[in-house]
C-alpha cells in the first residue's frame, strides 16, 4: 500500500531535526520501535534525505545512540548546523538509569560531521549543565544561531524552575559563546509563565523579523511562535500563533536556499483508537512557511508535494441554498488511499456552516469532516455524527480562521491512508484516522448558500 507521508516501515517518527542546504533537506529524526511501548527500545538520530518530499534516500542510523552505561543512551532532540566545511551537532544525551544513581539525566553534548552522514562525538559534556534552580531532569533540545550583531553564538533550550512538573514554570534559557566550546549562561530567555515546559524551541529570521518557534508542553501539545524585530525579543503574540492543531507537534524548520519547510509528526492514537487519547511519534508531515506581508506567518503544502498528485479530475461546480437544514452533495464516490483535493468556496450572508466530509458511509452517513463554523470563526475536525459523545476524541483538533460572507476560501486537502491534512487560505490542521467507515468524499451547507468552484480531485502521484 504506498504511502506519501514519510514513515519507514515497523518504527515511528520522533522528534525531527532539520537541515538544508542546496535544494536538499537532511532529516535527522528519532525512530522509536515501541518495543514494548514508547521510549523502549534506546535509539539515536536516523537520517532521510528529500528534495520533494515525494522520494526520501534513507541512510539508516547516523547520529548513533551511545551504549546504556554512557549519558547518551538515548539521543534526545538537537539541532544541526555548518560552519566553515563542518557541520556541528549540539544535542541531548539522556539515560533513564541516570536519576537512580543520583547523577543529571540529561546532558547536552556535541558532535562533528564532514558529510552530515557519518558523525564523530566529542563525548566532551559541554559547559551548559542544568544550572542551581532549573530543573536537572528536564533541561533539553538545544538550538544554536549566530548572533550577527554581536558575533557570537546564541544557543536556548528548554527547561523549567524548580522541579514541580504542574506549575507554569516551564522557559527557554540561553547560553553565549564565541568559540561553541565556552559558553556563558545569561539566564531567562522567556518565561513567559503560560506552559509547564518548552520543547524544540528555534530561533530564525526573515527579512526584518526574527522568529521563536517552539512546542507547548502541556494542555495544547501544539507548536506556537513569536515575532520580533529583535533577537531578543520583545516578543509580540501573532492574532493566530500556531501553525496546526494538536495532532501535530514538535516541529523544527530549516532552509534550503529557497524554502523554509516546518518539520513537525502527527501522532497515533492509543489501540489505534479515535475515542482514545495520543502516544508519542507518529508520521512525519511537511508544511511550507510563507511570511505575508504584515510579517505573520502562513502555511501551505509543499508546491513540490502538491505537484506531484496527476491525473486531475474536474468536478462539477456546486451551488446549495437552505434555510434552517443542512444539505449535502457528493461530489466523489471512490476516494482511494491516497488523493488530494482541492476548491474555492465562498457562502452568503447569515449561513451558519459547511464542510468538507470524507471517508462517508452511503449506508448510515458516518464520516470524518472538516466543518468552518463560521459565527465562531473557526473550523474543527471531528466524527459525523460525533454519537454516542464521543466518537471521536477531538479536543484541541481546531483553528480559529476568520470567515467572512463573500470571501473566497481556498480549500486543499490531503488524505494519506490514515492521515488527513486540510489547508485552508493558510491554514493546517492535521488529524489522525482511526477508520474508515465508507467512500464518499461531500461537500455540505447549513442554514445558508454555498458556492464551491475549480473543484478537482486527483487519486495518483507520480512516484
Known amino acids: 500500500m504506498y504511502q506519501l507521508y514519510y514513515q519507514p516501515k515497523g518504527v515511528w517518527v520522533g522528534d525531527i531535526m532539520p537541515y538544508g542546504e542546496n535544494g536538499t533537506f537532511y532529516i535527522y529524526h528519532q525512530r522509536d520501535t515501541r518495543n514494548p511501548m514508547p521510549f523502549g527500545e534506546p535509539f539515536g538520530w536516523s537520517l532521510a534525505c528529500t528534495k520533494d518530499f515525494v522520494h526520501y534516500e534513507d541512510f539508516g542510523e547516523s547520529l548513533k545512540r551511545g551504549s546504556d552505561d554512557v549519558s547518551d543512551q538515548f539521543v534526545y532532540a538537537g539541532s544541526v548546523f555548518k560552519v566553515g566545511q563542518k557541520y556541528q551537532a549540539f544535542y ?129 501539545n501544539k507548536i506556537h511562535y513569536r515575532m520580533s524585530k529583535n533577537i531578543y525579543g520583545p516578543w509580540t503574540t501573532p492574532k493566530n500563533d500556531s501553525f496546526d492543531g494538536r495532532a501535530y507537534y514538535a516541529g523544527r524548520t530549516a532552509y534550503d536556499g529557497k524554502r523554509r519547510i516546518l518539520f513537525g509528526w502527527v501522532p497515533t492514537r492509543i489501540d489505534n483508537d479515535d475515542k482514545n487519547s495520543y502516544l508519542w511519534g507518529g508520521t512525519f508531515v511537511p508544511h511550507e512557511i510563507m511570511q505575508m506581508a504584515d510579517g505573520t506567518l502562513s502555511v501551505k503544502p ?64 458516518l464520516a470524518y469532516e472538516y466543518e468552518f463554523l463560521i459565527n465562531e470563526n473557526r473550523v474543527i475536525f471531528q466524527k459525523s ?73 486527483s487519486t495518483s502521484v507520480k512516484k
Open 302 to 365: 509543499p508546491d513540490t508535494l502538491w505537484k506531484a498528485f496527476t491525473d486531475w479530475k474536474d468536478i462539477f461546480c456546486t451551488h446549495m441554498k437552505t434555510i434552517d437544514t443542512k444539505q449535502e452533495t457528493v461530489l466523489y464516490s471512490n476516494i482511494k488511499n491516497v488523493i488530494a483535493f482541492e476548491t474555492v468556496c465562498y457562502f452568503s450572508e447569515g449561513t451558519k456552516a459547511f464542510s468538507i466530509k470524507f471517508y462517508e458511509n452511503e449506508k448510515n452517513s
Open 92 to 220: 541531548t544525551g539522556y539515560n533513564r538509569e541516570y536519576l537512580k544513581l543520583g547523577k543529571t539525566s540529561q546532558t547536552l553534548l556535541h558532535a562533528i560531521s564532514e558529510d552530515k552522514i557519518h558523525w564523530e562525538k566529542s563525548y566532551k559534556t559541554l559547559e551548559i549543565a542544568p544550572q542551581q534552580g532549573y530543573d536537572k531532569r528536564n533541561w533539553r533540545d538545544p538550538f544554536v544561531v549566530w548572533n550577527e550583531q554581536e558575533q557570537e553564538y546564541l544557543l536556548i533550550l528548554g527547561t523549567r524552575k524548580g522541579e514541580d512538573k504542574t506549575k507554569p514554570t516551564g522557559r527557554l534559557v540561553y547560553f553565549t559563546s564565541k568559540d561553541l566550546e565556552n559558553w556563558d549562561f545569561k539566564g531567562d530567555f522567556w518565561a513567559p509563565g503560560l506552559y509547564t515546559m518548552f520543547e524544540m524551541p528555534e530561533l530564525f529570521q526573515i527579512g526584518d523579523w526574527w522568529y521563536l518557534i517552539y512546542s507547548e508542553y502541556s494542555e495544547g
Open 385 to 457: 455524527p460525533n454519537y454516542p459523545w464521543y466518537q471521536c476524541f477531538n479536543i484541541g483538533l481546531e483553528r480559529p480562521i476568520t470567515l467572512q460572507a463573500g470571501e473566497k476560501y481556498h480549500i486543499r486537502f490531503i488524505i494519506d491512508n490514515d492521515i488527513a491534512t486540510l489547508y485552508v487560505n493558510g491554514v493546517a490542521l492535521n488529524a489522525r484516522l482511526c477508520d474508515r467507515p465508507g467512500n464518499l468524499l461531500s461537500i455540505t451547507v447549513t442554514d445558508g448558500e454555498l458556492k464551491a468552484e475549480h473543484t478537482k480531485i
